[in-house]
C-alpha cells in the first residue's frame, strides 16, 4: 500500500538520510527526529510536520548555496548514483510547473511546490497541501536551532553567475530531452509498485 511506504512510515517525506561523522556517532538532529534512530540510512521524525520541516530547511539550505535551478537542485538532492535523476528532475518540473531554467527563490511558494513534488515522486503520492502549509508554519515560527543535513560548500556568487551563463542554453534544452524522455518512461511505469520503498 502506497501508505506504507518507508518515507510516510519514518515520517520523512522526503527520505533524507541519516549520516555518520567520521568517528561513527551521527551527525546533530533536527528538531522532532527520533534517537536513536530505528534506520541505519535514513533519518525518522516523531511526526510528518516535523519531516516537512526537515526537508524545507534542505531544500532552503541548498538553493541558498547556489542550486537554485530545478535541475541543480535535485541533481544535489538525489545524485545519480543512486537515484534515477533526470526522471526526477521532470517529475519536479511536471508537478511544480517551474521551468528546469527559472532561478529558484526560497519563499513559501516555491518550497511548499518543491516538497510537495519531492514527496510524490518518494511516495508515489500526492502531498496533502493543507499538511505542507501547516508544516510550512512550523518550519518559520520552530526556530533553527540545528544546521540543515548537508555539508555543501557554498558556491561564490561570481562562479555561480558564470556556471549559468555558460550551461544555461545546455541545461534548457537537456531538461526539454529529459521531460520528453521522463514523460515516456513515466507513462511506461503507471502501475509501478511504490511499495518497495
Known sequence: MLDETRGYR?????????????????IAPFIGEVRPPDEKEFRKFVSMPY?????????????????????????????PIENPTPVYINSVVANTGIPPERILKADEKTLINLAGAISEFENGKKANKKEL???????????????????????????KENFFRRYRKPLTYGAYALTAYGLIYLASKKNYDYSRY
Not at 13 to 26: C, E, M, Q, T, V
Open 133 to 159: 502549509e501547516e508544516s510550512f508554519k512550523l518550519f518559520r515560527t520552530s526556530g533553527v536551532v540545528e544546521k540543515p543535513a548537508n555539508n555543501t560548500p557554498e558556491i561564490p556568487s561570481r562562479e
Open 51 to 79: 519531516g516537512y520541516r526537515a526537508l524545507f530547511m534542505v531544500l532552503e539550505s541548498k538553493i541558498k548555496k547556489g542550486f537554485n535551478t530545478i535541475p541543480m537542485l535535485i541533481y544535489s538532492y538525489a545524485p
Open 10 to 26: 519514518n515520517n520523512n517525506p522526503g527520505n533524507i538520510r541519516l549520516f555518520k561523522k567520521p568517528d561513527g556517532s551521527y
